[in-house]
């Protein structure tokens, strides 16, 4: 059981727009950033939105993030097939020696 | 370029001893935490525990408490996951990733362990 709640799959076809969200508490989302990422299949994460709405540096701005209160939402328009893909909500928990925390993955599937 | 690099995939027996490595290259290793991060078959990314190279100070998740230690070479700029005694139950992917603000912005590569006797 994962700290922090994503829908287990979303889907939409190709061009759409999708949006995934994730639900936490105020140990964590409530008050800290939340990171975004991608884990396309075989392959290692990728950080696609930090600091809750922020894009890393070639991530394109179909990718959107926000966030309110104990709650954060990913963006994705203009869907595209190679966007097929697990995404991972993240933050860190002050409750929590170790200190972060990650969703349980929404996978993506483009139609 | 900012990397992070994992020594190869592993099979070992049940009650053998491990070590995997990631290297940082690309910034200032003690300057940024490391996080390891596991990945069971099939399943979601679980937090493991961090470690601050500059001084090898470690925090680590209740699940793993116990289980597997962290710990760095600032000289060589290298992470390590161990285990003392593996189980099969230990048999998943292991990412290193660095820490940055309230998350992770690189990853390495991966370190498949598998434990099967």
């Known amino acids: 059981q994962s700290v922090l709640t994503q829908p287990p799959s979303v889907s939409a076809a190709p061009g759409q727009k999708v949006t995934i969200s994730c639900s936490g508490s105020?140990?964590?989302?409530?008050?800290?950033?939340v990171s975004w990422y991608q884990q396309l299949p075989g392959t290692a994460p990728k950080l696609l939105i930090y600091?809750?709405?922020k894009r890393p540096s070639g991530i394109p701005d179909r990718f959107s993030g926000s966030k309110s209160g104990t709650s954060a939402t990913l963006g994705i328009t203009g869907l595209q097939t190679g966007d097929e893909a697990d995404y991972y909500c993240?933050?860190?928990?002050?409750?929590?020696?170790?200190?972060?925390?990650f969703g349980g993955g929404t996978k993506l599937t483009v139609l | 370029e900012v990397q992070l690099v994992q020594s190869g995939a592993e099979v070992k027996k049940p009650g053998e001893s491990l070590r995997i490595s990631c290297k940082g290259s690309?910034?200032?290793?003690?300057?940024?935490?490391i996080s390891w991060v596991r990945q069971m078959p099939g399943k979601g990314l679980e937090w493991m525990g961090r470690?601050?190279?500059?001084?090898?100070?470690?925090n680590y998740s209740p699940s793993f408490q116990g289980h597997v230690t962290i710990s760095a070479d600032k000289s060589i700029s290298t992470a390590y996951l161990q285990w003392s005694s593996l189980k099969a139950s230990d048999t998943a992917m292991y990412y290193c990733?660095?820490?940055?603000?309230?998350?992770?912005?690189?990853w390495g590569q991966g370190t498949l362990v598998t434990v099967s006797s």
């Open positions: 990733a660095r820490l940055y603000g309230d998350g992770v912005d690189y």
């Open positions: 690309g910034y200032s290793f003690t300057s940024y935490w």
């Open positions: 470690i601050d190279p500059s001084d090898s100070y470690t």
């Open positions: 105020s140990s964590n989302i409530g008050n800290n950033y």
């Open positions: 600091e809750n709405n």
């Open positions: 993240g933050t860190w928990d002050s409750s929590l020696s170790a200190g972060g925390v």
